[in-house]
């Protein structure tokens, strides 16, 4: 099922968006008994929950790669160049009701100093058979530039593999839609 924040940017019309969301929020993803992890740290980046003290680093890094990220992500036009920080600070509140909700997970990438917004990693139920979890994540056109995609991509399925319940795990769209089994 799709989520359903994607949905309605994908082009489906208001009730069908509607519709999405209520099977999101009655959909189970991860045992109720499985801690959450509160994220992970390397040498080049972190994770935390993303929550509203982001909101600003997060809009400014968006911003600033907006271009960049349409053409790697093909996320139909996402971000918008006419994306507001309230806007912004909606999405993130969705993201924070889903985490909470244990529907979907979204962590906020950011420099190993917390001062800036390096980009951001969705967890969300596979759409498809053939994995658990589907991955969505992005990075600022620096960390691209200088190589790190695939550095943040193993370090990724290495949290996964570690800390989460999950046999298989999916990245659509980096690579192909090709599972990582533990």
Known sequence: MIHPCYSFALGADLLTTMIAAVLWSQASFVADDFVVPEGMRNAVFKLEPLTLQHAVMDFEAVKQNAAFLRDTLQWDGWPADDLTPEQNQRDIGLHMREHRARRAFTYTMLSTDGTRVLGCV?????????????VYFWTIRELHDAGKTPLVRRALQRWLNESWPFSRVAFPGRGGSKSTQR
């Open 122 to 134: 969705y967890i969300v139920p596979a759409e498809k058979p053939g994995a658990e979890a589907w």
